[in-house]
């Protein structure tokens, strides 16, 4: 297996050549068929197209067709491959790491080090927030590269097999594979919209009354749709071909990377064995993945027609050829597999269990312990020593990082006013490693929207029996009340960020956890113990 920079280069210049001459072809032929159609039109008084009068038998015309497809290529060739990195994430709906959440920070530190064992190539780092197991590359001719992933596989693999996938990808950038991928994608992308496009105005065209003068003009499009399908499929099949062949390229490279081939191939048993997200990612982007979204029988097989119309080689094949290379079989891989757990990063939530109370010295002596909300009724200093019930040893206020927020509450940075129910300051808490704001008093949550879902993603934290008891009862409760009589809600509470009120409502019809809602802030508050019951819900109520 070539690895030269020398190699790398040569067959990435071919591959290129040939899909630009391709690409150019297409243009041609889709152009040819658009004259001769026009042709058509414009001798429909029965002028034979096939004699010497005939428009398309004038070889200039087929130069100035030839011509006109050499620059549509080259339009088509610069617009999807330079900046297309921007375009592509948006329409995958990737968002940049959250430097405040564990995962994604874990996720950022992977990708740099992965970066300095590629010789310092620069790789960004980015996420799909939806629950599925996969991860991508794409990369453009300005030197830009990107490694994503999603929150689902962020919560399954430990670290050692999240590097493994990382050099996966990272390999795919080295060997300049993504850059051919990215290219094919996004040709591939503005053949679809304008496919689809076309369909729309023959959808249209269908409602209404077609006169004889816009018969021309509806067989014109009608003739783009088929070309641009034509182009689509064939552009795809590159695509495929492509992908299919460069897979097992990476898998060595990411070897040689990590040392570490059982990581890699316990990561693809994972990611192969579980949803890998199809229906969330279009089909148009799977060359891009390290597995394709969508699993079909055709992609773990083998033959003409799978290195047709598949875009990666076997999981299963590639699986084997790692175990092999780690000197072990697969009943040992599925083994390790079971007694290799997902890295807990967050043993437990951090909403405080419990209230805390704080003694606080004076002339007199220690006084207390005193509630928050009764620490909130004496004159505050930062030079006050405090010592916390349960601890021997006195800090001063500025030390201990809640009563230092709540001497700060009228002079927060960071827009949270207070507690909704006791007019407390919130501090903040990482549960399952998303950061939260809560209230040390009333063991209330504020989450935003963005957030939530790497909460119910992530599965790392186990439920106490009143948890299970509560959510069971509220289940109860709430079949009860749609059986009676309509829910009512009330507005009694206000934002913590811009003061007004908030919606009180059900989580959702299914999960039937009454909570707060901000819609201007896209921050909703849960009660004590209503965040841990949403989760238990949805957890339970979903194949693990």
């Known amino acids: 297996m070539p690895f030269s920079f020398i190699d790398i280069e ?7 050549i040939f899909v630009f001459i391709g690409l150019t072809l297409f243009y041609f032929a889709g152009a040819s068929a658009l004259i001769l159609v026009a042709d058509f039109c414009l001798t429909y008084n029965g002028r034979c197209l096939y004699t010497s009068d005939g428009f398309l038998l004038r070889p200039q015309v087929f130069l100035y067709t030839f011509l006109a497809a050499v620059v549509a290529a080259a339009l088509h060739w610069m617009y999807s491959v330079y900046s297309s990195i ?27 080090e992965v970066s300095v064992a590629c010789g310092g190539r620069k790789m960004d780092c980015v996420v799909l927030p939806v629950p599925a197991l996969n991860a991508f590359s794409i990369a453009d001719f300005s030197g830009n590269a990107a490694i994503g992933v999603t929150e689902g596989l962020l919560t399954r693999l430990n670290r050692a097999q999240l590097e493994a996938v990382i050099a996966h990808e990272a390999a795919h950038i ?12 996004s040709i591939v992308s503005v053949f679809t919209g304008l496919n689809r496009l076309c369909s729309e105005i023959l959808r249209g065209s269908s409602r209404s009354s077609r006169s004889s003068k816009g018969g021309g003009a509806i067989l014109l499009v009608l003739l783009l749709y088929v070309t641009t399908a034509v182009l689509k499929f064939f552009t795809y099949l590159i695509s495929m071909f492509i992908s299919r062949q460069c897979e097992y390229r990476a898998d060595a490279v990411a070897v040689r990377l990590v040392r570490d081939p059982l990581a890699l191939a316990q990561a693809l048993r994972k990611i192969s064995g579980g949803w890998r997200g199809g229906g969330d990612i279009y089909d148009s982007f799977e060359s891009l993945f390290i597995v394709s979204p969508n699993y079909s029988h055709l992609d773990e097989s083998e033959g003409v027609f799978s290195n047709l119309f598949s875009t990666h080689p076997p999981a299963l094949k590639r ?3 790692l175990v092999d290379m780690g000197h072990a079989t697969m009943n040992v891989l599925d083994q390790s597999i079971k007694d290799v757990k997902a890295a807990r990063i967050i043993q437990s939530v951090a909403i405080p269990v419990g209230e805390t109370k ?40 500025s030390n201990d990082p809640i009563l230092l927020k709540f001497l700060k509450n009228n002079k927060k940075t960071d827009g949270i006013n207070g507690c909704p129910h006791c007019a407390l300051p919130l501090t903040e808490a990482s549960y399952e490693g998303v950061p939260i704001e809560v209230c040390g008093s009333c063991h209330g949550a504020l989450v935003s929207d963005e957030r939530l879902p790497r909460i119910l993603i992530r599965r790392e934290q186990g439920f106490s029996p009143d948890v299970v008891r509560e959510a069971k009862l509220v289940v109860d409760r709430a079949s009860k009340l749609f059986l009676y009589q309509p829910p009512k809600f009330s507005h009694d509470l206000l934002c913590p960020k811009c003061g007004e009120k908030m919606c009180r409502h059900f989580y959702s019809m299914v999960y039937p956890v009454e909570v707060d809602t901000c819609y201007a802030c896209s921050l909703t508050w ?6 841990e019951i949403v989760q238990y819900l949805i957890e339970n109520s979903e194949a693990v």
């Open 10 to 16: 040569e067959r990435k210049t071919r591959e290129i």
């Open 86 to 112: 921007p375009r592509l994430l948006k329409a995958m709906r990737a968002v940049t790491p959250d430097v405040n959440d564990s995962y994604h920070k874990q996720l950022k530190n992977i990708v740099d």
């Open 174 to 185: 080295v060997m300049q594979d993504t850059l051919l991928k990215t290219a094919t994608v």
């Open 319 to 321: 699986i084997g050829i």
């Open 358 to 397: 704080w003694s606080i010295a004076t002339n007199k002596g220690w006084e207390g312990p005193f509630s928050l909300s009764e620490m909130g009724q004496k004159p505050l200093r930062y030079d006050d020593l405090v010592m916390r019930s349960g601890d021997s040893r006195s800090v001063l206020l």
């Open 526 to 531: 849960y009660d004590e113990r209503e965040l």
